[in-house]
């Protein structure tokens, strides 16, 4: 059974940090590409970050861009999302995905980040 569980999110202030963890189990973590997502109230999932299971360079979006780092740690099944100097405007739900070799892609239940002052 696949699982995706996250942890580290909470209410920070601006400028603050986080750092998310996604500890998977139940497929080969190795050969699957990791990212994060997020999903802030009234609007779309949208994609933050992600390190393929092939790469040496990941990938963000523009709005996190030298902000977030996204890492993985295959020995220990997990991908972290290093997230600094924090706004308003990245509150939100963060979701940890995963998509596995043959393209079947799962989620995590999702860790909420807050950040307000």
């Known amino acids: 059974q696949v699982q995706l569980v996250e942890s580290g999110g909470g209410l920070v202030q601006p400028g603050g940090s986080l750092r998310l963890s996604c500890a998977a189990s139940?497929?080969?973590?190795?050969?699957?590409?990791m990212g994060w997502f997020r999903q802030a109230p009234g609007k779309e999932r949208e994609f933050v970050a992600r390190f393929t299971w092939i790469g040496t360079k990941p990938d963000y979006a523009d709005f996190v861009k030298g902000r977030f780092t996204i890492s993985r740690v295959n020995a220990k099944d997990t991908v972290y999302l290093q997230m600094d100097n924090l706004k308003p405007e990245d509150t939100a739900v963060y979701y940890c995905n995963a998509v596995v070799r043959g393209g079947r892609q799962y989620w995590g239940q999702g860790t909420q980040v807050t950040v307000s002052s």
């Open positions: 139940g497929f080969t973590f190795s050969t699957s590409d």
